[in-house]
Nanobody
Framework: QARLEESGGGLVQAGGSLKLSCEAF????????MGWFRQAPGKEREAVAV??????????YYSDSAKGRFTISLDNAKNTMYLEMNSLKPDDTDMYYC???????????????????WGQGIQLTVSS
């Protein structure tokens, strides 16, 4: 059973930077997609950034709010995904979840319902 562990969250001032990590255990595929989603209490989980890895070929997708500020990356040797977050805003405050999936993909990149594996979530708080 795959297990995902997030790390790197916390409190940061507006304009600052933070890097989230998600390490996958007991889940090793040369073709996969992994992503970051965020969720506020009482709201649906929404996509922040997703990375597809297909035998070394990488494709990335970002939400409109993440474009230009966040960078998603993948270290296959460490089975770890990262989200580099810059120019953080108070609106970025949320719980962030790591998600993973292997083919055949059952949804578009930004649909949380298509990802079978999830981390426990990690809090990001951006103070103004």
């Amino acid at each position: 059973q795959a297990r995902l562990e997030e790390s790197g969250g916390g409190l940061v001032q507006a304009g600052g930077s933070l890097k989230l990590s998600c390490e996958a255990f007991d889940w090793y595929y040369s073709r996969k997609r992994m992503g970051w989603f965020r969720q506020a209490p009482g709201k649906e989980r929404e996509a922040v950034a997703v990375i597809y890895s297909d035998r070394g070929e990488i494709t990335t997708y970002y939400s409109d709010s993440a474009k230009g500020r966040f960078t998603i990356s993948l270290d296959n040797a460490k089975n770890t995904m990262y989200l580099e977050m810059n120019s953080l805003k108070p609106d970025d405050t949320d719980m962030y979840y790591c998600a993973a999936d292997d083919p055949p993909y059952r949804s578009n990149w930004n649909q949380a319902s298509g990802y079978p594996y999830w981390g426990q979530g990690i809090q990001l708080t951006v103070s103004s």
